[in-house]
């Protein structure tokens, strides 16, 4: 028990789990990027149309960063022309239900 | 229809309310903080040690932006000694869904 601002009560923290989520996946961009892969899988360029404001060299990093957690592949389709396209992996399609959950409490709750 | 890196399909974008959710959870402790008031209420003092690494004047500031968006209140008791305690609103309570699927994902899929 902690007597802490005059408040008895046990200690507060937050469950390490969900502070590993928060410090990923905000991570800025990283959230949005997975976000836009959950309606199907992109390539480069259509995903730096889709997250507004992202250079070329953030999107390659924050890619390569999500290519190396597990959460995206990256597929090369052999042409011509040669292509390349990023989709979810089962980790990354396992974010699903928090993001309906993350886009309903949104659209209640945060002003557009 | 889109033909963008030689893979036909509609254009992809991350649904609006979902990248309001990335971008304010995402900032930095934001999210830290909204998870470890679902524990109960906590105090200044309690929450800058359940925030490691935190410094006096961000929580401050973090604390101030999340009662300004109605995620979280402030409420003073009359002491001896005056308190200061923050809790989540009935909209910071709404994040809970989201955050029990996040927590669960992570487990699974962030390591440790």
């Known amino acids: 028990m902690t007597a802490n601002d005059g408040v008895i009560h046990e200690p507060r923290a937050c469950d390490s789990a969900l502070a ?14 997975l976000g836009t892969l959950t309606q199907g899988p992109a390539g480069f ?4 149309r889709a997250v507004t404001g992202i250079s070329d060299s953030v999107l390659s990093e924050r890619l ?3 290519v190396g957690a597990g959460l995206i592949e ?3 389709h052999d042409g011509p022309p040669i292509t390349v396209e990023y989709t979810l992996t089962v980790a990354g ?12 409490w949104a659209e209640c709750n945060l002003p557009a």
């Open 20 to 33: 590993r989520a928060f410090n990923f996946l905000g991570k800025r961009w990283s959230g949005v990027i």
């Open 45 to 48: 360029s259509e995903l730096r």
């Open 64 to 66: 390569t960063e999500l």
């Open 74 to 76: 990256r597929f090369v």
């Open 93 to 104: 399609k396992g974010l699903l239900p928090a993001m309906r959950e993350l886009t309903t």
